[in-house]
């Protein structure tokens, strides 16, 4: 399904729509819906469940969406946090240099360097894409941090967080104090993030106020936990640097103990990939042959990442593999630029006296973008019929109850209504149009399931429940229907866990 369907889909049902519409919009901003903003919210709680459950040592934290500009100085983001900017000297039109090099049909180009964009727009030598006349010019870097001033005179420069990182190494001391001081110690955060970027495009991929869930793992570099042990059979479908090095472009199926064994990545961190890997292809429900593990070279990782592997995923509506997440082994760079920016000594003392100052994987994930994977992947159309088959726990309602006839059967069906309300479910209730475009309704927005109340349900206190994807279905008592709902609305946790909380 292109992008254009997709979002007429998503503004059909008021999954989300531009901020401020009615006034035209605002670029790389949106709001969600109804039914997105339960999309949304289980999807935070599937990650929650998945990541925050490797182990009892992970924690999540709700901290503030503002920081100090002194926080951001010593984290390098005052300095580094920047986009290469190009302008055209005729119109004065802005463009992101890397994105308008991909739109003149160049590869590989995020992440080179300003002198190798800049060699790179001098070799097309184009005319700027708005005007047809304008000269564009060398590239320069533009900081994507949005600045607010703190206090009633304004005095107190402060940033909104460019991302959630930040968050966990700020709380990292206060928080081995009250966690009972052992390592590895995980630190979640889900929440929004802001950057003002220079060309917001492909919707939900480059906003300008975005939603990350982020894992920052704690540990020890010396001694990995010993319970990050990889199962004998598993697999990663990896590109590797080391092979795109030697031309190859194709990911392969490889076994984790291999990558381990060549050195291509140390236990610890091939364990937490494996974790990261099975939660989108079987929390998500992404097909295993449209996902990849693409390992960033030194030049394309950030400075301070030791080992990056993109969790890439094969969406149609954008044309090829896209980012959804990231696994990052960033070394004790956070931590030594806190405790020298802070004047504070973050390192550790362990049980038996070492003292040292952590290492930090962080585990990414990317809120908005993968609601469009999960739209991408799952929104089917079959003859006239649309439906988005979410994994049911991520659905916006587990069902929709619809009185066949609603003047003979409504009672009932009201009836039943609050009793599934009265369990917990998340349900409605569509008296509206025939029965088969009220199915197309929830079909649409990816309600798994729909029960229907019809003459048999007076006299013997059946329903018919429908399966959203099937079509199947089946006459079901009311508890019958509760115990299906109920398995169905619950996401899975991982069965290998990590280390244990003492």
């Known amino acids: 399904m292109d992008s254009e369907t997709l979002m007429a889909t998503f503004l059909r049902r008021g999954i989300l729509w531009p901020t401020a519409e009615i006034y035209g919009g605002i670029q790389g901003f949106y709001d969600y819906g109804d039914a997105g903003g339960a999309i949304k919210r289980n999807l935070e709680s599937a990650w929650d469940r998945w990541f925050v459950g490797l182990s009892p040592g992970y924690y999540r934290i709700e901290p503030a969406e503002v920081l100090p500009e002194a926080v951001l100085r010593a984290s390098g983001h005052l300095a580094n946090f920047a986009d290469p900017l190009v302008t055209c000297d005729s119109c004065n039109e802005r463009f992101r240099a890397d994105t308008l090099l991909e739109e003149w049909g160049e590869k590989d180009v995020e992440g080179l360097r300003v002198e190798d964009l800049q060699a790179r727009i001098s070799q097309i030598n184009k005319k700027c894409p708005k005007c047809g006349r304008g000269k564009i010019s060398p590239p320069k870097a533009f900081n994507l941090m949005f600045g607010v001033d703190v206090g009633t005179e304004g005095r107190e420069r402060a940033y909104l967080r460019p991302e959630t990182a930040q968050s966990s190494y700020l709380a990292f001391s206060r928080l081995w104090n009250v966690m009972r001081k052992k390592l590895p110690l995980g630190v979640a955060v889900v929440g929004k993030a802001y950057r003002n970027e220079i060309a917001p495009r492909q919707v939900l991929f480059r906003m300008r ?65 494996y974790m990261s890997y099975l939660f989108y292809r079987d929390i998500l429900g992404y097909p295993e042959r449209s996902l990849r593990l693409f390992e960033k ?112 059967h409504g009672a009932l069906a009201n009836s039943l209504y609050q009793s599934l309300r009265s369990e917990g479910f998340r349900v409605t209730i569509d ?72």
């Open 209 to 273: 106020a975005f939603t990350q869930a982020e894992l920052q793992i704690f540990f020890d570099p010396e001694e990995p936990a010993a319970s990050w042990k990889l199962p004998v059979d598993a697999k990663l479908p990896v590109l590797t640097a080391r092979r795109r090095a030697r031309g190859d472009t194709e990911h392969l199926l490889t076994p984790a103990s291999e990558l381990v064994a060549s050195g291509e990545m140390p236990e610890f961190y091939a364990y937490h990939l």
């Open 297 to 408: 070279n030194e030049k394309e990782r950030a400075f301070y990442n030791r080992i990056q592997y993109d969790i890439e995923l094969k969406l149609e509506s954008l044309g090829g593999f896209k980012e959804m997440g990231a696994v990052h082994y960033r070394g004790d760079y956070d931590l030594s630029r806190h405790s020298e920016g802070s004047k504070s000594d973050l390192g550790v003392t362990l049980d038996g006296g070492k003292h040292l100052l952590p290492h930090v994987l962080e585990l990414t994930f990317g809120i908005d973008r993968n609601i469009w994977g999960l739209a991408d992947v799952h929104l089917h159309k079959d003859q006239d019929r649309t439906f988005w088959s979410l994994p049911s726990y991520l659905s916006p309602l587990v069902a929709g109850v619809l009185p066949l006839i609603p003047k003979e």
């Open 431 to 502: 008296e509206a149009g025939s029965v088969g475009r009220r199915y197309a309704r929830l079909d649409e927005v990816g309600v798994p399931f729909a029960v229907t109340v019809d003459r048999d349900s007076l006299t013997n206190g059946t329903f018919t429940l429908r399966a959203r994807d099937a079509k199947t279905q089946q006459r079901l008592s009311l508890p019958e229907i509760i115990l299906e709902l109920r398995r169905a609305s619950v996401s899975p946790v991982p069965s290998s866990v990590g280390p244990t909380a003492p």
